[in-house]
């Protein structure tokens, strides 16, 4: 009998210990796992801890130390401190110059002569400058750098770069994916180069994944509490990195973005911003544009260090908590190569409750290359995932100004729409009353946006296009009706204006004594609409312009090329006769 109770209760004590282990289990995982719903203020993120440094006396210049130092500036070596470099070239150098450009479209024949440690010249404001930050309370982070195909020497001047200006306590590892590359250099060369480098791991892919799907591999290795994104041919600026973690470790649920300064994809001239950054943006056709901070915005900041409040971002660089980038979906795994997931994801994190923003303080330099160095076949596609998950009835606008967009295969959402349901996020009107209330909505009433089709010359409809970099640049005139929308794609508003909204809001006019019909700035929502700008869709077909008592009107140069002047009105005149389709 005693033999049986003896068991009982060691039975008994060895359960009691067991439902005790659950039960501290239990709430170390509830404790791990807090929601994000009621948590959309300064306080979401969670307290960071001091982190153990080997000694409490370490001062600020210790602690901001970088992983590895530069080497000394050569102040005459090509390209040092930012400046544009430029070769005396031979005839068979020049052949390998222009070669370079046409394989990467950036001047690699030049960046190859360019020190992989080169100095760029901290030109940010003072305040930037002067900040000390509290290096034990930052959070950590893993720096993640997909690649196909980079050239030798851009890819490694980033990594050296975020090596020579991350301090060694913040920087957890640099995470290089290579998204089935094949270039030999980027082989055994490659490991072997970055064996002798503390800090960098290399993860290749199996087959072409994309910079979406090669990113989040990437994540999945990473150990740091914020992941930061970066493109392959960059230069980080010193002290880029701690503002993006200050802000981060002060609200986890902000998305935050370096100012991103241009390296001239030829001469390797570095341009910082020095006045106030611009902010994203995008057009009707979904594409991101880049505009100028909003007086709204301007007003809320309390000093002009404060991270400046974006409806979007380019998407190439930013910093997000990895906790908060687990919570909030990732990415769109769906999406092919890249484009269109910096949109998805910018309208997602402020809709889901959090937001995005561009910090003033933080500058990483980008080659913009002369061209997409690679096709990317998807792009409809991606933009069209973003449009079907997140627009709601807005994104019909869209498929106005994109007709193929309205048949492109998009693949199944449902896993991105139950993400959408579970997160409770807010509706895209919401979006854009509370974060881009400056973006005009068209408003495409039934029969009068379109293609403008001349019954005069019936192949040829109104097209705008306009040069790179100056959206009212050029003049209206005619080219071949083609269905695809863009640059043949108009709104005749209930205020009488003919817009053309595919990269900004346009509008036509009659500059005073002349024939040709221009493009000017359309007046902001709410303010009056100058005579100029004025047009009347007759009746009988004409578009009447009253400040100037013509109509457009279709013809052929003396060169037998087709365009358009306004001329005096003639309803018998079918070179007057437009419609809408």
């Not at 802000?247 to 911003?273: H, L, S």
Request: aromatic residues 10%; glycine residues 6%; hydrophobic residues 30%.
């Amino acid at each position: 009998m005693r033999v049986r109770w003896s068991r009982k209760l060691g039975l008994l004590a060895k359960t009691c210990l067991l439902l005790s282990l659950l039960w501290v289990a239990y709430l170390i995982l509830e404790m791990s796992t807090s929601s994000y719903q009621d948590s959309h203020g300064e306080g979401a993120g969670r307290n960071l801890l001091e982190r153990q440094f080997s000694s409490k006396t370490q001062g600020k210049e210790q602690l901001s130390q970088p992983v590895y130092q530069k080497p000394p500036p050569d102040s005459n070596a090509p390209g040092e401190w930012g400046k544009a470099a430029r070769l005396q070239l031979d005839p068979e150098q020049k052949k390998q110059e222009e070669e370079s450009i046409e394989r990467y479209a950036i001047n690699i024949h030049l960046s190859d002569k360019i020190s992989l440690h080169r100095h760029i010249v901290d030109r940010r404001m003072y305040e930037c400058r002067s900040k000390v930050f509290d290096y034990r309370k930052l959070p950590t982070t893993s720096v993640i750098i997909s690649f196909y195909n980079e050239a030798w020497s851009t890819l490694l001047r980033t990594i050296h770069s975020v090596l020579e200006t991350t301090p060694a306590v913040l920087l957890k590892e640099i995470i290089l994916v290579d998204d089935f590359s094949d270039r030999a250099y980027l082989r055994s060369q490659l490991e072997e180069y970055i064996s002798n480098l503390d800090r960098v791991r290399l993860i290749r892919t199996s087959k072409r994944e994309g910079l979406v799907r090669g990113r989040l591999i990437g994540a999945t290795y990473s150990t740091g509490d914020v992941l930061t994104f970066l493109d392959c041919h960059c230069e980080c600026v010193p002290g880029w990195i701690e503002p993006l973690l200050e802000r981060i470790g002060e609200n986890k649920t902000a998305i935050v973005c370096p100012v991103i300064d241009t390296i001239d994809w030829n001469t390797f001239e570095f341009y910082m911003q020095t006045d106030e950054p611009m902010i994203g943006g995008f057009d009707w056709r979904l594409t991101f544009q880049w505009h100028s901070v909003p007086e709204q915005e301007r007003r809320r900041w309390k000093s002009k260090i404060d991270p400046i409040r974006s409806p979007t971002m380019a998407g190439g660089l930013f910093a997000v908590s990895k906790e908060y980038f687990q919570y909030l979906g990732t990415y769109d795994m769906g999406m092919e190569v890249w484009g269109g997931e910096n949109l998805e994801l910018s309208f997602r994190v402020w809709q889901c409750g959090g937001s995005l923003e561009i910090h003033p303080c933080s500058h990483v330099g980008h080659v913009f290359p002369k061209k997409a160095p690679y096709a990317r076949p998807n792009f409809l596609q991606n933009t069209v995932r973003a449009a079907e998950v997140w627009m709601d009835d807005y994104k019909q606008h869209f498929y106005n100004r994109n007709p193929p967009a309205s048949k492109e295969k998009y693949g199944d959402i449902s896993e991105r729409k139950l993400i959408r349901e579970r997160l409770k996020c807010q509706s895209f009107e919401w979006y854009l009353k509370n974060v881009y209330p400056d973006l005009h909505v068209p408003e495409d009433r039934h029969g009068w946006h379109g293609a403008v089709r001349s019954a005069g010359i019936h192949s040829e409809c109104l097209d705008y296009n306009a040069p790179d970099h100056n959206p009212t640049g050029a003049h209206l005139s005619l080219f071949g009706c083609h269905g695809q929308g863009g640059n043949q794609y108009f709104e005749y508003t209930s205020k009488k204006e003919i817009r053309f909204n595919s990269v900004t809001e346009i509008c036509a006019e009659v500059p005073d004594r002349q024939k040709y019909i221009a493009m000017r700035y359309c007046p902001r929502d709410g303010t009056p609409v100058p005579e100029s700008i004025i047009w009347e869709f007759r009746n009988d077909g004409t578009i009447y312009h009253p400040h100037s008592n013509t109509c457009i009107t279709s013809h052929h140069t003396s060169e037998g090329r087709t365009g358009i002047e306004m001329r005096l009105c003639n309803p018998g005149d079918r070179n007057q006769i437009w419609k809408f389709e």
